[in-house]
């Protein structure tokens, strides 16, 4: 089962900063939590992961709360071209001995022009 | 382009019959992951191999099977075709395994999936 909660949809407009929230309550000590987007059935494609820090790349940048029970995915300057399903995930350490990203439904969002 | 190729991108086949999805990962990753996607679903972890070894399970059938072969590319064998099975197969790669030490970030790259339409 995902141990993350997101919104189904956001709308943002273009140019503007997209902020998607994900809510992990369970996390644990030592699981990370990872960012994906599926643009329209392509291959899902990685775009930042943290642990308790916050972190930044070329993509985006990731605020992970204090508590680690929630994280923003923030898209500086959105363009159309953002427009995809964003997948938050949390990296559990699972029955096989092995990590596994444990994927939820996503947050489909929509860039408005 | 993401390096990992999967081979067919289309696939439309009747029920009761058994299909082979290929999937060739990034020159020097050792590990592959195959996830299911049905339509409007999120992504189900199906099976990982690491350096041509079953490494995880998640939730596969009984009717698929898969393995990795010396050169390390991957194949998915689906075979009691149901309509159920209809969804994108997405085969996914990365250096090491997950989460491992070793400076793996645990980023993994998708090919662009294979979608299989069971009639």
């Known amino acids: 089962d995902a141990k993350t909660t997101q919104p189904t949809s956001m709308d943002c407009a273009e140019g503007r900063a997209a902020n998607l929230p994900c809510n992990h309550s369970t996390i644990s000590g030592n699981e990370y939590v990872y960012w994906y987007r599926q643009i329209h059935s392509q291959g899902p494609q990685y775009i930042i992961h943290?642990?308790?820090?916050?972190e930044t790349n070329e993509m985006a940048s990731l605020i992970i709360t204090e508590d680690r029970k929630s994280s923003t995915l923030i898209l500086p300057h959105a363009t159309l071209r953002d427009t995809a399903v964003y997948y938050c995930i949390v990296r559990v350490y699972g029955m096989d001995s092995n990590y596994q990203l444990i994927w939820g439904a996503g947050t489909k969002l929509i860039i408005k022009p | 382009d993401s390096g990992v190729t999967q081979t067919p991108k289309h696939l439309i086949t009747a029920t009761g019959q058994r299909v082979t999805l290929r999937c060739s990962p990034r020159s020097g990753d050792l590990s592959v992951y195959w996830y299911q996607q049905s339509l409007d679903q999120g992504l189900q972890f199906l099976i990982q191999y690491y350096n041509g070894e079953e490494r995880a399970k998640g939730n596969i059938l009984e009717r698929f099977s898969a393995q990795q072969f010396p050169d390390l590319h991957s194949e998915l064998n689906l075979s009691s075709l149901e309509l159920g099975d209809s969804a994108l197969y997405f085969c996914?790669?990365?250096?090491?395994?997950?989460?491992?030490?070793?400076?793996?970030?645990?980023?993994?790259?998708f090919g662009e999936g294979s979608r299989l339409t069971v009639l």
């Open positions: 943290g642990l308790k820090n916050n």
């Open positions: 996914a790669s990365s250096v090491g395994q997950v989460g491992t030490s070793g400076g793996n970030t645990g980023e993994l790259f």
